[in-house]
C-alpha cells in the first residue's frame, strides 16, 4: 500500500511539470512498467486529478491546466521558496493580500516535516527584511536554498563557517566567518558576519557564497553592530556607490524623497522649490539614467562626468529620435 501510494505521489508530482509525459518516459522516471503507468493515471483520474491523454505523435498525458487546483507536491528547495516568497508578500502587500500570504503560510508550515519546520524556523528567527529600493538595471543574482538554510543554522548555532566568496571583481578566496544575521534588501540575501582574516564586521552577499561548510568551532563573544539596519545600509551602499556626484533637482523634497534609497544617497532640502541630491552609483551613466527617473527638472553640479553622461544618453536619445 505504502509503496503505491508513493509511486502515486510522484507521478503526480511528474504530471505537475508543464509537459507532456509519454507513457515509456514515466515508466523509467518511476522505473516501472507502462502498464502500471496506465494503471496509476487511471488511479488519479479516479481521486479527481484532471489527466489528459494526448494521442498522436508526441502525445502522452499531462495535468489539465486551469482545473480546480489539487494537492500541490514540493521539494525542500521549492517549499523554503515558497515560504519565502510568502513572508515577503505578508510584509509588503496590503492587508487583504497579507492576510492571505498569512493563511497559506500557516498550511504550508503545518504540511512541512518537523526536520525543514526547523530550518525554515532557524531562516525566520534569524534573518529580517530591510527596505532599501531595487538595484536599477542588475542582473537577477542565482540564489542556493541549501546555501542559505545552512547560513540560517549557522546564525542559530553561532558556529564559525568555512566557504569559497567571490568578490564584485570576480576573485574568488577561502573565508573563514562568524555568522550573525540574514538581511533581505533590493532583492538580494546579505550575511552579516565577522570575517576572521579582515578582523572586522561585513556584509557578504549570499548568492556569492560557495562551499560552505559549518564547522564546530563556536563564535567569538563579540560585540555585534549597534544598529543593525544602519550598518548593512553602509555597507551596501559602500559597494554601491562607485562613483559619486551632486544634483540640483528642482522641486520640493516631498515630491522626490521617496525616490532616493538610504543605500544610493541622502536628499537635503535647498529651498522651498528646490532639493539638493548627492548619490553613487557602479558608474555615471548608470546614476543619469536613475536621475531620470524623478521626471524633474536637474542641474548637475558636480562632477563633469556626470554632465557627460548625460550628455552620451541625450545624444543617443536624439539619435533613436531622428530615426525613421
Same mark, same amino acid.
Given at each position: 500500500?505504502?509503496?503505491?501510494?508513493?509511486?502515486?505521489?510522484?507521478?503526480?508530482?511528474?504530471?505537475?511539470?508543464?509537459?507532456?509525459?509519454?507513457?515509456?518516459?514515466?515508466?523509467?522516471?518511476?522505473? #516501472?512498467?507502462?502498464?502500471? #503507468?496506465?494503471?496509476?493515471?487511471?488511479?488519479?483520474?479516479?481521486?479527481?486529478?484532471?489527466?489528459?491523454?494526448?494521442?498522436?505523435?508526441? $502525445?502522452?498525458?499531462?495535468?489539465?491546466?486551469?482545473?480546480?487546483?489539487?494537492?500541490?507536491?514540493?521539494?525542500?528547495?521549492?517549499?523554503?521558496?515558497?515560504?519565502?516568497?510568502?513572508?515577503?508578500?505578508?510584509?509588503?502587500?496590503?492587508?487583504?493580500?497579507?492576510?492571505?500570504?498569512?493563511?497559506?503560510?500557516?498550511?504550508?508550515?503545518?504540511?512541512?516535516?518537523?526536520?525543514?519546520?526547523?530550518?525554515?524556523?532557524?531562516?525566520?528567527?534569524?534573518?529580517?527584511?530591510?527596505?532599501?529600493?531595487?538595484?536599477? $538595471?542588475?542582473?537577477?543574482?542565482?540564489?542556493?536554498?541549501?546555501?542559505?538554510?545552512?547560513?540560517?543554522?549557522?546564525?542559530?548555532? $553561532?558556529?564559525?563557517?568555512?566557504?569559497?566568496?567571490?568578490?564584485?571583481?570576480?576573485?574568488?578566496?577561502?573565508?573563514?566567518?562568524?555568522?550573525?544575521?540574514?538581511?533581505?534588501?533590493?532583492?538580494?540575501?546579505?550575511?552579516?558576519?565577522?570575517?576572521?582574516? %579582515?578582523?572586522?564586521?561585513?556584509?557578504?552577499?549570499?548568492?556569492?557564497?560557495?562551499?560552505? #561548510?559549518?564547522?564546530?568551532?563556536?563564535?567569538?563573544?563579540?560585540?555585534?553592530?549597534?544598529?543593525?539596519?544602519?550598518?548593512?545600509?553602509?555597507?551596501?551602499?559602500?559597494?554601491?556607490?562607485?562613483?559619486?556626484?551632486?544634483?540640483?533637482?528642482?522641486?520640493?523634497?516631498?515630491?522626490?524623497?521617496?525616490?532616493? %534609497?538610504?543605500?544610493?544617497?541622502?536628499?537635503?532640502?535647498?529651498?522651498?522649490?528646490?532639493?539638493?541630491?548627492?548619490?553613487?552609483?557602479? %558608474?555615471?551613466?548608470?546614476?543619469?539614467?536613475?536621475?531620470?527617473?524623478?521626471?524633474?527638472?536637474?542641474?548637475?553640479?558636480?562632477?563633469?562626468?556626470?554632465?557627460?553622461?548625460?550628455?552620451?544618453?541625450?545624444?543617443?536619445?536624439?539619435?533613436?529620435?531622428?530615426?525613421?
Amino acid at each position: 500500500m505504502w509503496e503505491t501510494s508513493e509511486r502515486l505521489l510522484r507521478l503526480l508530482a511528474l504530471l505537475q511539470h508543464s509537459r507532456i509525459w509519454s507513457a515509456d518516459q514515466l515508466a523509467e522516471e518511476i522505473a #516501472v512498467t507502462e502498464r502500471t #503507468v496506465r494503471r496509476d493515471v487511471a488511479r488519479l483520474r479516479q481521486l479527481g486529478y484532471p489527466v489528459t491523454t494526448i494521442h498522436g505523435a508526441g $502525445g502522452g498525458y499531462e495535468l489539465e491546466p486551469g482545473a480546480a487546483l489539487p494537492p500541490l507536491m514540493f521539494d525542500e528547495k521549492e517549499a523554503v521558496a515558497t515560504v519565502l516568497a510568502l513572508q515577503d508578500a505578508a510584509a509588503t502587500e496590503s492587508p487583504a493580500g497579507a492576510s492571505d500570504a498569512l493563511s497559506a503560510l500557516s498550511k504550508i508550515h503545518g504540511a512541512m516535516p518537523q526536520r525543514l519546520r526547523a530550518a525554515v524556523a532557524a531562516l525566520t528567527n534569524h534573518s529580517s527584511s530591510l527596505e532599501l529600493g531595487s538595484l536599477i $538595471g542588475a542582473p537577477a543574482a542565482v540564489l542556493s536554498i541549501d546555501t542559505l538554510l545552512l547560513l540560517a543554522k549557522a546564525c542559530r548555532s $553561532g558556529r564559525q563557517v568555512t566557504c569559497v566568496y567571490q568578490k564584485h571583481a570576480g576573485q574568488s578566496s577561502p573565508r573563514r566567518l562568524e555568522p550573525l544575521h540574514l538581511v533581505h534588501t533590493m532583492n538580494r540575501w546579505y550575511l552579516v558576519a565577522f570575517a576572521a582574516d %579582515s578582523g572586522g564586521w561585513r556584509t557578504f552577499r549570499v548568492d556569492r557564497i560557495t562551499e560552505p #561548510v559549518v564547522t564546530p568551532t563556536p563564535n567569538y563573544p563579540r560585540e555585534p553592530p549597534s544598529e543593525l539596519d544602519s550598518f548593512v545600509t553602509q555597507q551596501i551602499a559602500a559597494g554601491v556607490r562607485q562613483v559619486t556626484g551632486t544634483v540640483r533637482v528642482h522641486a520640493p523634497i516631498s515630491e522626490v524623497a521617496a525616490w532616493i %534609497s538610504p543605500a544610493w544617497g541622502t536628499i537635503v532640502p535647498e529651498t522651498t522649490t528646490a532639493s539638493l541630491i548627492t548619490a553613487g552609483a557602479d %558608474s555615471y551613466s548608470a546614476m543619469a539614467r536613475w536621475l531620470l527617473l524623478l521626471d524633474r527638472p536637474l542641474e548637475v553640479l558636480h562632477p563633469p562626468e556626470l554632465r557627460s553622461a548625460f550628455a552620451a544618453i541625450s545624444a543617443t536619445a536624439r539619435q533613436i529620435a531622428d530615426n525613421e
